[in-house]
């Protein structure tokens, strides 16, 4: 069976032409499709591993979103075969997810406060429905700007759990979800979840949204869970309206009788006493960064301003060596988009175990998120390399040697041509740098010392990664760099991992594990 990731622009698969891809995970791609004959632009799911579990999970996320028709949830129109396998037609979503959103734009609190309002009444409309989601996070919502609001759209329901008749036959004591987003009893068994799991889910999303920082960081998985079991997370700023704190607090309480109950009633905390009319009076008009963002966006959909930026350098690449030699999975507890194999294997958005005691499913950012600074952290490259300091610091005593030290080639030259001995020129260094560098040469008596250090950030381990000058540039392979900071990006993801500092002459040696997902400087 040919490889579905590799539809090209131009494939025609039904009805649909192909026009570029949007995103890959372990077990499916998203492409963004064009219908032939009325123009308009889908998003269409296809599995990549031709497995029956696979498919038969991503049916059943078909049939849900088919179903939960919402403003605030992606949905479904068609399913056509591709190659034999399904694949599931969505509406497209002309902007970024509130992941890549979040950490591009700093967003005002009542641009949150309305964004929370379309979330949570999308989670409401799946919850009457019948339907729990098990890993809502800010990489599974996207972002549409629609008559001058930004509206939020819950996607990615490949762990879906339908509480009448559950037709995706999660396993007893089948951990799923992102780690940092997962209710305590999520943690223990998916099987048994409701709806209040999601409740904490959303709780964790509005505390990364309001503060810019995930509510249960860590550095391993362990203490991810002590930190949520615990309810152990720093407190939320005081200056925020009480009524958000209050609807946090309450939707991540640890105890399930404790927490909040329904999505109506969360969002009924949330908005307190302002309503939507008063609330868009007082925000007054978007931010124009992020107004002319969506803008730009939707005029060239083949160039987006956020989602994109991972493919720029990315376009060719191979996929991760990891992907080729994944055995077939045998799990029922597999979720379209995400890895799930016997032993231990994982990709740019998911991480699976399958212990004595069941399957283990972590999808998603939440492990390449794990232990990364806030924005305001990220180190503004305090060592960044003084390069090449000017050597006139021993102005005239020629007798010493030309001291070749790195950065150095500044020396006058003590043998030859004594006339070119110009150090003491006023200020511009560079010259005499350049005519005493061949006298310097002619004089090999001095050992030479080894050749300047490379500057560079090389990367061991099965993890592929990409990084980005100072959290903000285009993503760079590793290897020779400028001096500076730099942010290490999961591939193809591009979420944060952890941050770098290179100094000039030196090399940063990192070592990225997939099965921790994240990386420790040597």
């Keep these: 069976m040919k490889a579905l990731q590799t539809l090209e622009p131009g494939d025609a698969v039904g009805a649909y032409v192909v026009q570029d891809l949007l995103g890959q995970g372990g077990m499916a791609a998203v492409y963004r499709v064009r219908h032939e004959k009325l123009g308009s632009q889908h998003a269409l799911k296809v599995v990549t591993v031709p497995s029956r579990s696979v498919m038969r999970r991503l049916m059943v996320e078909g049939k849900v979103q088919a179903r939960v028709v919402h403003r605030n949830i992606v949905n479904v129109t068609d399913v056509i075969e591709v190659e034999g ?13 509130l992941h890549e959103l979040l950490y591009s734009e700093p967003l005002p609190v009542p641009v949150v406060d309305g964004l929370v309002r379309g979330l949570l ?18 990489a599974n919502v996207l ?20 509480l009448q008749g559950d037709p995706s036959g999660t396993r007893s004591g089948a951990m799923m979800g ?105 925000a007054g008009t978007l931010p124009a960064s992020l107004v002319g963002g969506f803008e730009a966006l939707i005029a060239h959909p083949g160039t987006e301003v956020w989602a994109r930026r991972r493919r720029s350098s990315e376009a060719t690449a191979p996929p991760p ?27 740019g958005t998911s991480l699976a175990l399958l212990g004595a005691t069941g399957l283990v499913l972590l999808a998603g950012a939440g492990l390449w998120v794990v232990g990364r600074a806030p924005a305001a952290a990220v180190p503004p490259a305090p060592v960044v390399p003084v390069p090449r300091p000017p050597a006139p610091t021993l102005p005239s005593p020629v007798p010493v040697a030309p001291a070749p030290v790195v950065p ?10 004594a006339p070119v001995a110009a150090p003491v020129v006023p200020r511009p260094a560079p010259v005499p740098t350049e005519a005493a560098l061949p006298s310097a040469a002619a004089a090999p008596a001095v050992e030479a010392p080894p050749p300047p250090v490379r500057t560079a950030v090389e990367v061991h381990g099965d993890m592929r990664v990409m990084l980005s000058a100072n959290g903000t540039g285009p993503p760079l392979a590793p290897g020779d760099v400028d001096p500076g900071s730099y942010r290490v990006l999961s591939s193809p993801d591009l979420l944060p991992i952890m941050d770098v500092t290179v100094a000039d002459g030196q090399t940063v040696r990192l070592t990225c594990s997939t099965a921790m997902g994240r990386c420790k400087e040597q």
Excluded at 329 to 347: E, F, H, I, R
Excluded at 408 to 417: E, G, K, N, Q, S
């Design 85 to 97: 396998c399904p694949g599931l037609v969505m509406e497209y979503v002309r902007g970024p997810s």
């Design 121 to 138: 009444r999308g989670l409401a409309a799946a919850h009457r429905d019948g339907v729990v989601h098990r890993d809502l996070k800010p």
């Design 143 to 162: 972002v549409a700007l629609e008559d001058g609001a930004l509206v939020p759209k819950i996607a990615d329901f490949g762990l879906v759990k339908e």
């Design 178 to 282: 992102t780690p940092q987003y997962m209710a305590p009893e999520q943690i223990r068994s998916a099987k048994d979840v409701d709806e209040r799991a999601d409740l904490f889910a959303i709780g964790a999303i509005l505390y990364e949204l309001l503060t810019g920082a995930q509510a249960y960081p860590g550095d391993d998985l362990l203490d991810v869970f002590n930190r949520i079991a615990a309810g152990d997370r720093p407190p939320l700023p005081p200056d925020l309206p009480s009524r958000m704190r209050t609807a946090i607090d309450a939707a991540l309480e640890v105890d399930l009788e404790d927490r909040i109950g329904s999505a109506e009633a969360l969002l009924a905390l949330w908005c307190g006493e302002v309503s939507d009319a008063l609330l868009a009076e007082q």
């Design 321 to 347: 060596a990891v992907l080729a030699p994944l055995p077939e999975p045998t799990t029922s507890a597999l979720s379209t988009g995400k890895v799930a194999l016997a032993g231990v294997a994982v990709t």
């Design 408 to 417: 150095a080639p500044v020396a006058p030259a003590p043998v030859a041509p």
